[in-house]
């Protein structure tokens, strides 16, 4: 597939070049820095003088970012297909998804930035418009991929885990990987109406319908080649996911987008959202 690899300087944009490594090689790799020019912060400049000043800063941010280029094709993995550098003035989120409609991106690979002291909760604005409105599969790299191993795979019903069936079929990974298929019982105490004897029952009926469910998943992932194996909790999903991620700590966590009707391509599910936001490794949201 086509990879869009985002670039901006930081530091997360150097482990999600990094990254790549650990991904099937690209048909075609486009190495993409956007270049925003700020605009003259004063009105009452003359229109020559704002003009003069705005071009000498764009020339010097475009020389900043073909060195950015230059400096992130020469730390690219051996292997990942052979990169085009490309630059464009605009906003970042603009560029890239304008550069992704145009060259028909598959995989958008790019870095998580957060501002401010609580960086490590929130996504820097550009990443997330990206997310939530990119028309195919994004990679958000949030820290060093040091290997990629295990997949955990989190399922909220059938339709999601056929789209997650579909993008594993594609090969995405350069070497095998381990896939813990995971679903979550939305449940909060009470599990059951008051009066009802039988809940634990019920309860258990619940968790093997669902692990019946997963079961199946991994099953079907095994005929591909995965070794995989199906797991089921009990929780509010998103921080059912992240508790889950915390303490079987994969490499990766590949969900969908879980947006709702006509809004999916704007809005990303409650999960999706929390994961993105709290994961302890990167994430890949499949479309």
């Not at 997360?12 to 490594?21: C, D, H, N, P, V």
């Not at 690209?26 to 705005?54: C, F, K, T």
């Not at 603009?94 to 909760?121: C, F, H, K, T, Y």
Request: charged share 20%.
């Amino acid at each position: 597939m086509k990879i869009l690899l985002a670039v901006d300087g930081s530091d997360q944009s150097y482990e999600a070049a990094r990254a790549l490594g650990h991904l099937a090689p690209a048909e075609s790799l486009i190495v993409l820095h956007a270049v925003n020019v700020p605009q003259p912060a004063y009105p009452m400049m003359m229109p020559e003088v704002s003009q003069e000043l705005y071009t000498t800063v764009e020339r010097a941010m475009k020389e900043d970012g073909q060195r950015l280029l230059d400096r992130t094709v020469s730390i690219l993995p051996f292997n990942t297909g052979a990169p085009t550098k490309r630059m464009e003035v605009g906003h970042p989120a603009d560029v890239i998804l304008a550069v992704v409609e145009a060259e028909r991106v598959g995989l958008i690979v790019l870095g998580a930035r957060g501002l401010g002291p609580v960086q490590e909760m929130l996504l820097g604005s550009v990443s997330h418009r990206i997310i939530t409105q990119a028309p195919c599969s994004t990679l958000v790299v949030n820290r060093s991929m040091k290997t990629l191993r295990t997949v955990l795979l989190p399922v909220e019903g059938q339709a999601d885990a056929e789209k997650a069936e579909k993008f594993l079929a594609t090969k995405p990974f350069k070497e095998p990987v381990t896939v813990n298929v995971l679903t979550i019982l939305p449940f909060a105490a009470p599990l059951w109406p008051v009066g009802i004897s039988d809940s634990e029952a019920l309860k258990e009926k619940a968790i093997a319908s669902a692990r019946d469910f997963v079961d199946g998943i991994a099953g079907k992932l095994a005929k591909q080649g995965y070794k995989a194996s199906g797991s089921v909790t009990l929780g509010d999903p998103g921080h059912a996911i992240i508790g889950w991620a915390g303490s079987t700590k994969p490499d990766l966590i590949l969900m969908g987008s879980r947006g709702r009707a006509g809004a999916a391509r704007f809005l990303l599910g409650s999960a999706s959202h929390t994961v993105l936001h709290r994961a302890p490794c990167p994430v890949l949201i499949f479309r």
